[in-house]
């Protein structure tokens, strides 16, 4: 095996997964080039900064961009591992779309040689692995792939997808059990060689195929059962019962372990993935389609009765806290907080206000409101009426002694002690 100086490592796309993948492996030793196409992206991580928010990436990206093993760059150049981490969105009808996946292969062709190994670790349909094979056989027609040509192929195929929890991922990456599924045993065996140079969790092999449903299966999994908890709180709201309180008695029964009801699912994973298993067998899974229905319906069910608390106190200022799609990150994307928010902002002008540690301005789909940007101190002291939509810890450690008078929907159950919000019978109207 090549010493880990020696190594040639070229990752594709630098966003939230390919980054931290990067420059994790740069750190051991390793020669690595980000690739992506975007030139400011390639601009900030040559300067050795970072263009997203991620706990200690900043830090160690500077470091590895400082020692020399890791460059950015538009153009891929050759390598002996090929990782792609680049976008698989979904088109119309909630179809996966992987035209990102199959321009990074096509790029890959260009300087592909014997003995390289190619791993795909977008979250993709099953079977894409065997399309980048196959686009790379077309392609390449001199170098003999995998699965196609018995165990003497040229190159090593595998997909091997990230699981890493945002705001975790840099000891994710490492400490996190790995899926590798090959396209052939021999793929998988030379993907597992490289993983093992920095990732401490097992390490497993499998096929492509297995793996490829492994990933849909956890995020569908975890999409499944906040339904189920999305789905309590609704059928709590009816029965006018505590579902928080529910939901934790319940959690004493040994194998009962319900997750947390919320204003809905956000993010780039949980809410997208499960979709790639439904278009691929509409007729099977009902289950996975409803809970993915449960979840988005959650946010219109969020709105519709911050409305009706808003409205039962005319004129006074409503602060919302939180506008990221989970606690103690800075990314909005997708995020059912923000999605509440900016509907409440574009119904009530500028009676409300937003609360949100990690923004420094709203974003744009608050253009056009009055809405506008507060600190929680000054939430605190100017809103009789508060809406918690993301649980950020800022959030939770105000006392209830400073919000014990206030009107508040907890959308997040973050102050189980708040006392019922009981409309009072005095005008609430405050300046501001
Ligand atoms: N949420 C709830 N209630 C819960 C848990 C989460 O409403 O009890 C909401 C969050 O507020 C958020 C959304 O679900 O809006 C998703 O958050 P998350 O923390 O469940 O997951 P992500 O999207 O940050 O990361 C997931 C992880 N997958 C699993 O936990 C199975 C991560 O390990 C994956 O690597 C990531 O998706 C990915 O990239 O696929």
Redesign the pocket.
């Known amino acids: 095996m090549v010493s880990d100086s020696e190594l040639k490592v070229a990752v594709l796309g630098l966003g939230y ?1 390919g980054l931290p993948t990067a420059a994790v492996i740069a750190r051991t030793g390793v020669q690595v080039l980000g690739v992506d196409v975007t030139q400011s992206v390639v601009d900030t991580v040559n300067s050795g900064k970072v263009h997203i928010e991620e706990v200690d990436l900043d830090g160690l990206v500077s470091g590895v961009v400082a020692r020399g093993n890791l460059r950015a760059a538009t153009m891929i150049e050759p390598a002996d591992v090929f990782v792609i981490a680049v976008p698989t969105p979904f088109g119309e009808n909630h179809a996966p779309n992987i035209g990102y996946v199959l321009q990074a292969a096509t790029t890959i062709a260009t300087v592909l040689k014997a003995g390289d190994v190619v791993i795909l670790e977008s ?1 993709s349909p099953v079977g894409t692995t065997e399309k980048v094979r196959d686009l790379l056989s077309t392609l390449r027609p001199d170098l003999k792939v995998p699965g196609k040509s018995g165990e003497s192929a040229d190159i090593a195929i595998a997909y091997c997808p ?6 975790r991922i840099l000891v ?1 990456l490492i400490d996190n059990d790995r899926v590798i599924g090959g396209i052939t045993p021999r793929c998988a065996r030379k993907a597992l060689a490289f993983y093992r140079r920095f990732v401490r969790g097992a390490c497993v092999t499998t096929t492509s195929r297995a793996a490829e449903m492994t ?1 849909l299966t ?2 569908a ?2 999409d499944v ?2 339904a189920f ?2 789905e309590l709180s609704l059928i709590a709201d009816t029965m006018g019962v505590d579902v928080w309180e529910v939901i934790r008695l319940a959690n004493r029964h040994p194998r009962v372990n319900i ?4 204003p ?8 997208v ?1 499960p979709w790639f298993l439904v278009s691929a067998a509409p007729e099977q899974t009902p289950l996975i389609r409803t809970a993915r229905e449960v979840n988005d319906g959650k946010v219109a069910h969020t709105v519709a009765r911050a409305i009706d608390l808003i409205e039962r106190v005319p004129g006074v200022p409503v602060a919302c806290l939180g506008l990221a ?3 103690n990150i800075d990314d909005f994307r997708e ?2 907080a923000l999605k509440v928010a900016a509907d409440l902002a574009a119904l009530f002008g500028d009676r409300i206000r937003i609360v949100e540690p990690y923004a420094d301005t709203l974003p744009a789909a608050f253009n056009g409101t009055a809405a506008r940007l507060i600190d929680i101190d000054t939430a605190i002291e100017t809103c009789p009426v508060m809406i918690v939509l993301v649980d950020h810890e800022l959030f939770k450690s105000v006392p209830l002694d400073e919000r014990a008078d206030k009107l508040v929907y907890d959308t997040r159950g973050i102050w189980p002690d708040q006392p019922p919000a009981v409309i009072p019978k005095v005008d609430l109207r405050l300046a501001g």
């Open positions: 997964i979250t990230e699981r890493v929890l945002p705001g994710e990933k956890e995020n999994f975890r059962n906040i908890a999305n997750l947390s009801p919320g809905g699912v956000g993010g780039h994973c949980i809410a993935d799609f989970k606690a995020s059912p």
